[in-house]
């Protein structure tokens, strides 16, 4: 077990993983044509859905995923 799986252990499904990538890049996009920075933090969501870890899940002890230990 390594050190990121004590910290946050994977807790997102397949498909959540795939809302959050899409989603995430929709707003940063959004962010890069029409000049809102708030749409940035589409970028946590881009980034826990490749790392399919989410530290609000571990903080509410939320899992999506099934097969995930």
Request: aromatic share 12%; with cysteine; hydrophobic share 50%.
């Amino acid at each position: 077990m390594s050190a990121l799986d004590a910290l946050v252990p994977k807790n997102e499904h397949t498909f959540d993983r795939a809302l959050r990538v899409l989603g995430g890049a929709g707003m940063v996009a959004f962010a890069a044509l029409y000049d809102a920075p708030w749409a940035y933090a589409g970028l946590i969501f881009v980034v826990t859905g490749l790392a399919g870890r989410c530290p609000i899940y571990r903080l509410f002890g939320i899992k999506t995923c099934t097969d995930c230990g």
